[in-house]
């Protein structure tokens, strides 16, 4: 009977309309048909009215040829099915699975919620409702997306009989109460549930290039389409059972676009992985398109409310068989075309392995679409024997890059594929940020915006994280870092709460012994709490420099211990150092110009298009005098002498307005207010760092000028007012600075009138 399980019609349509509903190709359908047929075996569980009834509601249930053929010698009159037991008792069943699901759904979305709010605040005070949405949601919406969008349509599907509206499977009045209200929640979650998983695919993608994840994507442009493929064929399987004509033809078109947008984007960065999926996409367009064609080549007689009269056996028998036969067959070809695809965007990239300039790349090759390029730009994903990536490879994928930003320069996915490639692949942070910020400017949709949120979360994530290692950029590392970080701040504090009221208790007349008892056991506890809790945290993050200047300080103030607190201050420090020269590195690593201006001596300073400094290392602070942290925040006009801290706002302001270049990508000599309110020359270089207009960053590059035995120097204004001098001018003139500074050059020499000429 396994042919007549596979294209029986619906066994809950017989004998309410006398033939199948409609066609049935479901192997589960052999799983009911057992089932079905022990339960009426034992009929004594079925608590109906009679044996007319329980003949009836066999009729009902009986799903396959040989089953038919028993209940017409039996000669039963059809009698309108009553609701049985076991078909309220599904219903209840369903219900509670159900609500159970929309209860999950409303829950994650609340913890959807509440961490975003959480980013926005940067604060994290608990971990478990992240884990516990990630999992959620991974189950509830990534792998059983149409298993739950099933249930959550299931109480819509109903049809008319007899001018009232049931439910196709448990006969109840869907306009009644309460199944009315099941139907609305349904609605309601459904709508819900694809705008949650809608949401999620969006942020579904893979920000690494290099990425060896089996199902990494550089985009979610296909996986978005492919939703909502499916999400169509959900709702096809569901509610338009009446109109069986309507729902194979949408099962045709969705499943065939499904295979068309698998293999025109190929979108993982894993080849085999493209050319399994669309394999079985393939198949599925290949069963989707034979039932259409089933459905449509049989006899329908359509009266009195009877529908999918099949008229030969046979021709059911032909047309499964020849799905089956298909099936390998189409297999085969849907990941040929898969694979074919990207052997062609390969061929395409070698065409790149030279990029002369002043040569435009239409010229070599045109791609299609922006997502071509990303393509064969995968090129370079090819690593030796190590598992180091191959440089040649690399040079090439570069190349094609560069001739998508050139070829479609007004493409938001071609700027973020490449700033992915430069940061990551590269280690290029200042170039990766400059396409970041083109792409900000060119009105990227929902997805892109998401992808360049999550590179600058990632950014801060690794940033805070400090010594963490990669897990750091993971938002649970992250949040647990900091859950770690403010615990230790909590022991810390309490550990100094409690040497201040033993303290206190010392500077009274009468001091209890044991009150001072319990003083000593409350500092011990807490000393003891806080060393564990610090030697956990250091044993996870040694190289993060925060917590060792932390755990620095509770030893220097807590546990008296000043050596091993100097051991600790001097590693933080090393590691300061050691991330600041990391940075330097990768923001100059592609100004050639830069390369020999940097050393370890370099002062860096970088200020946004306000003058506000953004950052500054250790040099600028030792030049300028002033002690790590104290510049960051502050406008950088208060590390210059008098007019000029007062213009260069408006320097700043004429640039952004008008894009004059004056001063920038060039080195001279300036002079510069040192904290202890001297000025004293430096050599400045200025070049934009990233971004246009107000989003503009700059970097300076200072260094000291170097003193020449055969020449002395004096810096003035236009007007001849003295601002300082080397120390080579001092010891010739015999001049104090103070005494310089503010005076008329003029006023030097003997001869004034000579001086002023």
């Known amino acids: 009977d396994l042919q007549g399980v596979l294209l029986y019609p619906d066994p809950l349509a017989v004998g309410r309309h006398g033939e199948a509903q409609q066609l049935r190709l479901w192997p589960k359908r052999l799983v009911f048909c057992i089932a079905w047929q022990y339960v009426t075996a034992v009929g004594s569980h079925w608590q109906c009215e009679n044996k007319q009834q329980l003949k009836a509601a066999m009729r009902l249930c009986c799903i396959s040829s040989s089953l038919m053929m028993q209940e017409q010698q039996m000669q039963v009159t059809p009698v309108t099915p009553t609701v049985c037991a076991p078909v309220m008792q599904g219903y209840t069943f369903y219900l509670a699975i159900f609500y159970l699901l929309v209860a999950v759904l409303y829950m994650s979305v609340a913890i959807c919620v509440w961490v975003g709010w959480c980013f926005m605040n940067d604060n994290f005070p608990f971990l478990w409702p992240i884990k516990v949405a990630r999992l959620v949601v991974s189950l509830f919406v990534s792998m059983f997306y149409i298993a739950s969008l099933n249930i959550f349509l299931m109480a819509c599907a109903c049809d008319k009989h007899n001018g009232v509206w049931e439910h196709s499977v448990w006969h109840v009045e869907c306009l009644g109460f309460p199944h009315i209200v099941h139907a609305a929640f349904s609605i309601v979650s459904g709508v819900v549930f694809f705008v949650v998983a809608l949401l999620l695919v969006l942020g579904d993608h893979e920000l690494d290039p290099m990425s060896k994840s089996l199902l990494a994507a550089p985009h979610s442009l296909c996986e978005l389409r492919a939703l909502l493929c499916k999400t169509v064929i959900t709702f096809s399987d569901i509610l338009l059972k009446p109109w069986p004509h309507v729902q194979v033809v949408l099962y045709a078109i969705s499943c065939g676009l499904l295979f068309y ?44 409310g009877q529908h999918t009269h099949w008229d030969k056996d046979e021709y059911r028998g ?35 392995k030279e990029l002369p300039p002043g040569v435009k790349p239409r ?38 890059l560069r001739a998508g930003v050139a070829m479609k320069p007004n493409s938001v996915l071609m700027h973020i594929v490449y700033s992915n490639f430069l940061i990551y692949v590269r280690h290029n942070a200042q170039a990766g940020w400059s396409h970041l910020e083109m792409a900000k400017k060119l009105e990227p949709n929902l997805s ?26 993971d938002l649970v590392s992250y949040v647990e870092f900091q859950k770690n970080y403010r615990s230790l701040l909590v022991y810390h504090k309490a550990s100094l709460v409690a040497n201040r009221e033993f303290w206190r208790l010392l500077t009274k007349d009468t001091i209890p012994l044991e009150r001072l008892g319990h003083s000593f056991k409350r500092i011990d506890e807490m000393e003891s709490m806080a060393e564990k809790t610090y030697k956990l945290v250091l044993d996870r993050y040694p190289t993060n420099a925060k917590l060792l200047k932390s755990y620095g300080k509770f030893l220097e103030n807590v546990k008296n211990d000043p050596w091993g607190a100097a051991r600790y201050y001097a590693e ?13 590195e990768i923001r100059v690593a592609d100004e050639t110009s830069l390369a020999g201006m940097v050393d370890d001596k370099s002062a860096l300073i970088t200020i946004d298009a306000n003058g506000i400094m953004q950052t500054v290392n250790k040099a600028a602070c030792q030049l300028m005098g002033y002690k790590k942290g104290e510049l960051e925040g502050k406008n950088v006009s208060m590390l210059m002498p008098a007019p000029f801290s007062i213009r260069h706002n408006s320097y700043l302001r004429n640039h952004i307005t008008t894009g004059q270049v004056k001063i920038l990508n060039t080195t001279r000599e300036v002079v510069a207010l040192h904290k202890d309110r001297y000025v004293f020359p430096v050599s400045l270089y200025v070049g934009k760092y990233s971004g246009d207009g107000a989003d503009s960053v700059f970097m300076g590059i ?43 050059f003029s006023s030097l020499g003997v001869d004034s009138q000579e001086l002023d000429e």
């Open 572 to 584: 933080a420090e090393k590691q300061e150092e050691l991330a600041e020269s990391q940075a330097a």
């Open 448 to 473: 892109y915006q998401f992808s360049m949120f999550s590179r600058h979360q990632e950014h801060k994530q690794k940033s805070a994280g400090g010594g963490g290692g990669e897990g750091s950029t």
């Open 261 to 304: 947008y698998h293999a025109r984007m190929v979108p993982h960065y894993v080849p085999w992985i493209n050319a399994l999926r669309g394999g079985l996409n393939m198949v599925l367009a290949w069963v989707a398109l034979m039932s259409c064609i089933l459905t449509y080549t049989v006899d329908w007689d359509v009266h009195y």
């Open 702 to 744: 200072m260094k000291p000028v170097e003193s020449d035995s055969e020449m002395i120097r004096a810096w003035m204004l236009t007007t001849g007012t003295m601002l300082c001098a080397d120390q080579s001018f001092l010891d010739y003139a015999g001049w104090d600075p103070d005494e310089l500074v503010g005076r008329a």
């Open 363 to 400: 010229t070599i090759h045109r791609f299609m679409e922006d997502f071509d390029v990303e393509v064969a730009s995968r090129i370079g994903r090819i690593w030796d024997e190590e598992g180091v990536l191959d440089p040649t490879a690399l040079e090439l994928a570069e190349n094609v």
């Open 318 to 352: 032909i047309m499964t068989k020849a799905m089956a036969a298909g099936c390998p067959v189409l297999f085969l070809v849907g990941a040929g075309i898969c694979w074919g695809h990207l052997v062609y965007a390969w061929r395409s990239a070698l065409k790149f």
